[in-house]
């Protein structure tokens, strides 16, 4: 459990630190994201529930989704702006 609170701190550090950068900010909710499905994994696992490891999936496949949807609305930002820095 530390390991997972510890990955959701530097997830929190990483977003508010690089509000410039917004593929940096993407990744930081990535980290955030897996941290909260590592400790449901745990707990999970701890109180032998399969429930914990279905619903873990399910956090993993929306995950990606907002990856995606992230990198497409950077695309369209990149196109628009020609730069993908937050402040111009």
């Not at 593929?23 to 429930?51: C, K, P, Q, R, Y």
């Not at 619903?55 to 990198?71: H, K, R």
């Amino acid at each position: 459990m530390n390991l997972s609170l510890f990955l959701f701190l530097i997830g929190i550090l990483g977003f508010i630190l690089n509000r410039k950068n917004i593929i940096l900010m993407i990744i930081a909710i990535e980290i955030m994201l897996l941290a909260v499905t590592l400790l449901v994994l745990i707990s999970s696992i701890g109180f032998d529930d399969n429930g914990g490891q279905t619903f873990s999936i399910y956090i993993i496949s929306i995950a990606g989704a907002e990856s995606v949807i992230g990198l497409s609305i950077l695309v369209a930002y990149y196109r628009l702006r020609g730069t993908i820095s937050l402040r111009t």
